[in-house]
């Protein structure tokens, strides 16, 4: 169980990501809001407590391996691994300018502790399988895990049920998937644009072992990771609920936010409301 004072820390470091978050984009003038704000739970508890990582070696061979397939969102990676200590929080304020290590996209060669460049959707399941299979090879398949997070936009795309059903018959223990199920993706609702019915029937039907939970709840995502871990015989999926937009009422579970960024009034009010409860957080 995660302890008070650790569910404090994770909480505070969630609201500097999503505040982070707000700047980058408004300074940007272009990206996407809503997705990001909603995964800065995840991504805090995945940093924060979850991941074998070293920030000061990237390259650190003992690493467990974490896949953004849903490339957009990197802004939430982008200001957890800045706020983890892989690069100055300053630097933040490059992202999406020409040069800038901080692409719209995650670019591997550009940044160290980025895993896979991504943008084309559906390619990182398949990635992370690779990672996965081949770390089994090399026989340290208990001591590291691929983490791969996706959309639930992101599975009308084809190449992810090609992954499933592999990742499947080959019983990859170590691979653990995160999808993003916030409903929305830039068209519109997910049930609108392409129907996907029960997704926990889905991933077991594929041979995974499959849990549904509280995106935004530090002690289910960290029980569920945990039971994923212990699983010996199939990959896991893990089913996250979240609200995109979360922690600026204003945008939450508004689908035009996914590829749009604040202005600078909207950025002054959203960052206003976060601060504020920032502040509670620490009272």
Not at 215 to 221: K, M
Request: glycine share 8%; charged share 25%; proline share 4%.
């Amino acid at each position: 169980m995660l302890s008070e004072s650790e569910l404090q820390v994770l909480q505070e470091k969630a609201n500097l990501i999503r505040q982070d978050i707000i700047r980058m984009l408004a300074i940007a003038g272009s990206g996407h809001t809503a997705g990001p704000l909603g995964m800065a739970d995840i991504f805090a508890l995945l940093y924060f407590h979850t991941l074998k990582h070293n920030p000061r070696d990237p390259f650190w061979e003992g690493r467990d391996r974490l896949v953004l397939s849903n490339g957009h969102i990197c802004p939430v990676q982008y200001a957890t691994m800045a706020r983890s200590g892989y690069f100055d929080v300053a630097e933040l304020s490059t992202l999406r300018k020409f040069g800038s290590r901080l692409q719209g996209h995650p670019h591997r060669e550009f940044l160290p502790g980025i895993e896979t460049s991504s943008g084309p959707l559906g390619s990182g399941l398949s990635q992370a399988l690779g990672m996965a299979l081949s770390t089994r090879m090399d026989g340290e398949n208990t001591h590291k895990f691929i983490y791969c997070c996706m959309g639930d936009g992101e599975l009308n795309e084809g190449q992810v049920w090609e992954a499933a059903l592999c990742a499947g018959k080959e019983k990859c223990n170590n691979l653990i998937g995160i999808i993003d199920r916030n409903d929305i993706q830039i068209d519109g609702h997910t049930q609108d644009v392409m129907p996907m019915d029960s997704l926990k029937k889905k991933w077991r039907s594929f041979k995974w072992h499959v849990q549904e939970v509280d995106g935004h709840n530090f002690q289910e995502v960290d029980n569920a990771i945990e039971l994923a871990k212990s699983i010996n015989d199939k990959p896991s999926m893990i089913i996250a609920i979240t609200v995109p937009g979360k922690g600026v009422s204003e945008i939450e579970k508004d689908y035009k936010w996914h590829g749009k960024p604040p202005s600078k009034e909207e950025a002054e009010r959203f960052l206003e409301e976060l601060q504020h409860n920032f502040d509670f957080l620490k009272s």
